[in-house]
C-alpha cells in the first residue's frame, strides 16, 4: 500500500498474543490511551488473559516490523445456552491511527470468535467516539437497549453489565451482532427521554428521603427535573437545527444505575442521565469542531442561565415552597454546568459530557461560561 511520499506503507498483521508480550500491550496503553482509559483497558486485558487460560478468551495484537502497535481484548461467556462472545478495549497506537488498525482488529475479533461457533457477539462503544461507533455498524453491530437484554437475558444482563464494565461506562451503548439476519429494533426517543426524566426525578426522591424531606417534594423535584433536562437538551436540537443537522436524545441506562446507586450510599448527586447525538449516518464529531462547539455549548449556557433563575427564585421567594424549588432547580443545573465543562472525554464513555467539545473548539468560550459559573457560585455563597 502507497503513503502521501509514494513509498510503501509497512505491513500490519493481527494475531494472538504471545507470552512475553503482555508487558507490550502496556506500554502501547501508556502512549495511547488517557489515565482514565489505561485503567479500564489493562482490566480487560487482564480477564481476557484469565480467560484464556480456560480457552474462552485472548488478545489480538497488531504487528508493524516486530512491534505492538494495536490490540482488541476478547472473551466468550454463556448465556441461555448460547455462546456470546464480548469485544473489548480496541486500542491503536497514536502514530498509525489511520492505517485501519482497529478495522483489522475488529475483523480478526470477528473471525476469531466465528471459529469458536459464537452465536452472538457483544461490543460497547461511545457515540461520541465516532470512528469507533462508525466501525462496529459498518460491520453489522446494532444498538442492544436494554429491553432487547432483558427479553435476550433476563437478570442475566447483570452479569453482562459487570463483564464488559458497563456499570461505569456510563456513556457508552451496548452493540450486538448476529450470525443470522436480525437486527435489534431502537426504542423511540420519546422513551429515551421519559427514561432520563424519571432517573433524574428519582435521583431527587432519594436524597429527599434520606434527608426526611416532605412528600410534597417529590412532584416539586418532577417538575424541575423535567424542565432543567428538557431545556438543556432542546438548547443542543436548536442549535444542531441551526446547521441543517438531525438530533436524537438517547438515555444512559447503565448511568442512571450508577447515579442512584450513589444517591443511595453517598448521597450524592450525579446526573448521570443520557446525551444528544447526531443522527446522521457516518457523522464525525471531529470533522467540524466549530459546529459541535457551537451545538453543544449551547447546553450549559442553557443551564447556567436556569440555574441564575433558580438561585434568585431561592434567594428571593416568598414561600417555602418557591425557596425549595428554588434550590433544587439551582443545585440540578449548576450540577450540569460543572459537569459539561469538565475538558475530558474517556473512550470508554466516562466523563461524556460536552466540556472536550466545547474546550477543544474554542477556550475563551469555555472560559467565559466558567467564569459565569463561579461568579455565581461565589454569590450564592456570600449571599
Same mark, same amino acid.
Given at each position: 500500500?502507497?503513503?502521501?511520499?509514494?513509498?510503501?506503507?509497512?505491513?500490519?498483521?493481527?494475531?494472538?498474543?504471545?507470552?512475553?508480550?503482555?508487558?507490550?500491550?502496556?506500554?502501547?496503553?501508556?502512549?495511547?490511551?488517557?489515565?482514565?482509559?489505561?485503567?479500564?483497558?489493562?482490566?480487560?486485558?487482564?480477564?481476557?488473559?484469565?480467560?484464556?487460560?480456560?480457552?474462552?478468551?485472548?488478545?489480538?495484537?497488531?504487528?508493524?516490523?516486530?512491534?505492538?502497535?494495536?490490540?482488541?481484548?476478547?472473551?466468550?461467556?454463556?448465556?441461555?445456552?448460547?455462546?456470546?462472545?464480548?469485544?473489548?478495549?480496541?486500542?491503536?497506537?497514536?502514530?498509525?491511527?489511520?492505517?485501519?488498525?482497529?478495522?483489522?482488529?475488529?475483523?480478526?475479533?470477528?473471525?476469531?470468535?466465528?471459529?469458536?461457533?459464537?452465536?452472538?457477539?457483544?461490543?460497547?462503544?461511545?457515540?461520541?467516539?465516532?470512528?469507533?461507533?462508525?466501525?462496529?455498524?459498518?460491520?453489522?453491530?446494532?444498538?442492544?437497549?436494554?429491553?432487547?437484554?432483558?427479553?435476550?437475558?433476563?437478570?442475566?444482563?447483570?452479569?453482562?453489565?459487570?463483564?464488559?464494565?458497563?456499570?461505569?461506562?456510563?456513556?457508552?451503548?451496548?452493540?450486538?451482532?448476529?450470525?443470522?439476519?436480525?437486527?435489534?429494533?431502537?426504542?423511540?426517543?420519546?422513551?429515551?427521554?421519559?427514561?432520563?426524566?424519571? %432517573? =433524574?426525578? @428519582?435521583?431527587?426522591?432519594? /436524597? !429527599?428521603?434520606?434527608?426526611? &424531606?416532605?412528600?410534597?417534594?417529590?412532584?416539586? *423535584? $418532577?417538575?424541575?427535573? %423535567? =424542565?432543567? @433536562?428538557?431545556?438543556?437538551? /432542546? !438548547?443542543?436540537?436548536?442549535? &444542531?437545527?441551526?446547521?441543517?443537522?438531525?438530533? *436524537? $436524545?438517547?438515555?444512559?441506562?447503565?448511568?442512571?444505575?450508577?447515579?442512584? /446507586?450513589?444517591?443511595?450510599?453517598?448521597?450524592?448527586?450525579?446526573?448521570?442521565?443520557?446525551?444528544?447525538?447526531?443522527?446522521?449516518?457516518?457523522?464525525?464529531?471531529?470533522?467540524?469542531?466549530?459546529?459541535?462547539?457551537?451545538?453543544?455549548?449551547?447546553?450549559?449556557?442553557?443551564?447556567?442561565?436556569?440555574?441564575?433563575?433558580?438561585?434568585?427564585?431561592?434567594?428571593?421567594?416568598?414561600?417555602?415552597?418557591?425557596?425549595?424549588?428554588?434550590?433544587?432547580?439551582?443545585?440540578?443545573?449548576?450540577?450540569?454546568?460543572?459537569?459539561?465543562?469538565?475538558?475530558?472525554?474517556?473512550?470508554?464513555?466516562?466523563?461524556?459530557?460536552?466540556?472536550?467539545?466545547?474546550?477543544?473548539?474554542?477556550?475563551?468560550?469555555?472560559?467565559?461560561?466558567?467564569?459565569?459559573?463561579?461568579?455565581?457560585?461565589?454569590?450564592?455563597?456570600?449571599?
Amino acid at each position: 500500500m502507497k503513503v502521501g511520499n509514494g513509498e510503501l506503507s509497512p505491513k500490519i498483521s493481527v494475531r494472538e498474543i504471545l507470552p512475553g508480550e503482555e508487558r507490550a500491550v502496556w506500554e502501547l496503553f501508556k502512549s495511547s490511551l488517557g489515565p482514565i482509559d489505561r485503567f479500564v483497558f489493562r482490566l480487560a486485558l487482564r480477564e481476557a488473559l484469565k480467560s484464556a487460560r480456560k480457552q474462552r478468551g485472548t488478545c489480538l495484537v497488531a504487528m508493524c516490523e516486530g512491534r505492538v502497535v494495536g490490540s482488541v481484548s476478547l472473551r466468550i461467556l454463556s448465556y441461555a445456552e448460547k455462546r456470546v462472545g464480548l469485544i473489548d478495549a480496541i486500542v491503536a497506537d497514536r502514530g498509525f491511527r489511520g492505517r485501519g488498525i482497529g478495522k483489522s482488529l475488529l475483523d480478526g475479533a470477528l473471525s476469531w470468535f466465528k471459529e469458536r461457533k459464537c452465536e452472538v457477539i457483544h461490543a460497547t462503544a461511545d457515540r461520541y467516539n465516532s470512528p469507533s461507533w462508525n466501525m462496529f455498524i459498518h460491520r453489522g453491530f446494532s444498538t442492544h437497549e436494554f429491553r432487547g437484554q432483558l427479553r435476550d437475558l433476563g437478570l442475566n444482563f447483570i452479569r453482562l453489565w459487570f463483564s464488559e464494565f458497563y456499570i461505569v461506562g456510563f456513556g457508552t451503548f451496548f452493540l450486538k451482532k448476529v450470525s443470522g439476519d436480525e437486527k435489534p429494533s431502537e426504542v423511540g426517543e420519546a422513551w429515551h427521554f421519559l427514561t432520563a426524566w424519571l %432517573g =433524574l426525578a @428519582l435521583l431527587w426522591w432519594i /436524597l !429527599a428521603i434520606r434527608g426526611g &424531606a416532605p412528600f410534597v417534594l417529590i412532584p416539586l *423535584t $418532577f417538575g424541575v427535573a %423535567g =424542565l432543567s @433536562l428538557f431545556a438543556h437538551e /432542546l !438548547a443542543h436540537k436548536l442549535a &444542531a437545527s441551526r446547521f441543517g443537522l438531525e438530533t *436524537t $436524545f438517547k438515555a444512559w441506562d447503565s448511568g442512571i444505575l450508577f447515579s442512584s /446507586l450513589l444517591a443511595v450510599f453517598f448521597g450524592a448527586f450525579f446526573p448521570a442521565y443520557g446525551s444528544t447525538y447526531i443522527r446522521q449516518v457516518d457523522w464525525r464529531y471531529d470533522s467540524k469542531p466549530r459546529e459541535m462547539g457551537l451545538i453543544y455549548v449551547a447546553g450549559p449556557a442553557t443551564s447556567l442561565v436556569l440555574a441564575t433563575l433558580f438561585w434568585a427564585l431561592s434567594a428571593f421567594g416568598n414561600n417555602e415552597l418557591l425557596v425549595t424549588m428554588g434550590k433544587v432547580g439551582y443545585i440540578t443545573n449548576l450540577i450540569f454546568v460543572i459537569l459539561n465543562l469538565l475538558p475530558i472525554q474517556a473512550a470508554g464513555g466516562i466523563a461524556a459530557f460536552d466540556g472536550r467539545k466545547i474546550f477543544t473548539w474554542n477556550r475563551i468560550v469555555w472560559s467565559l461560561i466558567t467564569i459565569g459559573l463561579g461568579l455565581l457560585i461565589l454569590t450564592d455563597m456570600l449571599l
